[in-house]
C-alpha cells in the first residue's frame, strides 16, 4: 500500500503534476478519487502561490467537483485573478487527461499584527481528548484500499448514522510523498469527508456525493487532530446539505459546507 495520497511528478509545461495512489479511491466508484485529497492539491497551491505567500492568509476555500477524478496523473494549475493590496483572489484548477476536473477559487487576506484586539476565539464545547474516544469507521467503501485507509477517525459525540455527531480525525499519510503536509491541505483533505462520518442517509441504500465544498477558515488550524461537528440532512427531493463547525485543541477553527446530490446507491 502506498505511504502518501499523492506520488510527486517532474513538473510539466503548464503546472506540478502528481501521480495518484491507490489511497485516494472514494466509496462510490472503484475507479475514482474522494474529493479530499484532490481538494487539498488545490488548496495547498493557493494557499502557497506566491513568492510572499507567507504574507497572506487563505481566508476561503470554494471548490467545484466537475467531473470524477479519476485514478491518474494530475496536473495542478494556478491563476492570479485579482491581487489586491490586502485582499488576492486566485483560482486553481485540477486537469486530468487534458480534462478540467476540479476548480477552486481562494479568497487571501494579507496577514497583519494587530495584537488582540478583542475576542479572537470562537467558543468551543469542551470535547473529550482524541485518545479517550472510541475509534471509528468507515464501513462503505467498495474496496479495500481506498481514502478510509489513511485516515483516523474518533467519536467524540453523538452516534454513528445520525447526526449532530462530533468527529476527531486526522490523516495518517502525507498528502504528497516526501514533503510535510501544511495545517490548510490536512483540513481540506478532512472537509470533504464529513458527510461521510457525519452521514444524512444509510450509506449501504444511497449515495450522496458533493458537487461542492466550502471552507472558510477563522485563523491557521493547529495540531494533528481535528474535530467535526457535522449536521446533515436530505431535503427529499434529490439534495442535501452537510456542514460542520471544524475545531481544534483551541476552539473552532473553520466552517465548512458541501451540498450533496443524494440518490439511490447503484448496486
Known amino acids: 500500500m502506498a505511504d502518501a495520497f499523492f506520488l510527486p511528478e517532474e513538473p510539466g509545461p503548464a503546472g506540478a503534476r502528481f501521480t495518484s495512489t491507490a489511497l485516494t479511491r472514494g466509496p462510490w466508484d472503484n475507479r475514482f478519487q474522494h474529493g479530499g485529497p484532490p481538494a487539498a492539491l488545490l488548496a495547498g497551491a493557493l494557499d502557497a502561490w506566491g513568492e510572499d505567500a507567507s504574507d497572506w492568509f487563505l481566508s476561503r476555500l470554494s471548490v467545484e467537483l466537475l467531473r470524477p477524478v479519476p485514478l491518474a496523473p494530475v496536473e495542478v494549475r494556478v491563476r492570479a485573478d485579482k491581487l489586491g493590496r490586502t485582499v488576492q483572489r486566485l483560482t486553481a484548477e485540477l486537469w486530468a487527461a487534458d ?10 487576506m494579507r496577514r497583519r499584527d494587530l495584537g488582540d484586539p478583542g475576542r479572537s476565539e470562537v467558543p468551543a464545547s469542551c470535547w473529550p ?86 471552507v472558510f477558515f477563522g485563523r491557521d488550524p493547529v495540531g494533528d487532530w481535528l474535530g467535526f461537528d457535522i449536521e446533515s440532512t436530505s431535503g427529499g427531493h434529490g439534495s442535501g446539505l452537510a456542514q460542520s463547525a471544524v475545531r481544534d485543541a483551541r476552539g473552532v477553527v473553520a466552517r465548512s459546507i458541501q451540498t450533496l446530490v443524494v440518490g439511490p446507491r447503484p448496486g
Open 99 to 108: 480534462r478540467l476536473v476540479l476548480a477552486a477559487v481562494g479568497l487571501r
Open 129 to 214: 481528548e482524541p485518545a479517550d474516544c472510541p475509534p471509528l469507521h468507515f464501513d462503505f467503501f467498495r474496496h479495500e484500499v481506498g481514502y478510509h485507509r489513511a485516515i483516523e477517525l474518533r467519536l467524540a459525540h453523538g452516534a454513528w448514522g445520525t447526526t449532530p455527531i462530533g468527529v476527531w480525525t486526522r490523516p495518517t499519510v502525507p498528502l504528497v510523498a516526501g514533503r510535510p503536509t501544511s495545517a490548510v491541505e490536512r483540513l481540506v483533505i478532512l472537509a470533504d469527508a464529513q458527510s461521510g462520518m457525519g452521514v444524512p442517509l444509510d450509506p449501504q441504500r444511497w449515495s450522496f456525493v458533493n458537487p461542492d465544498m466550502h
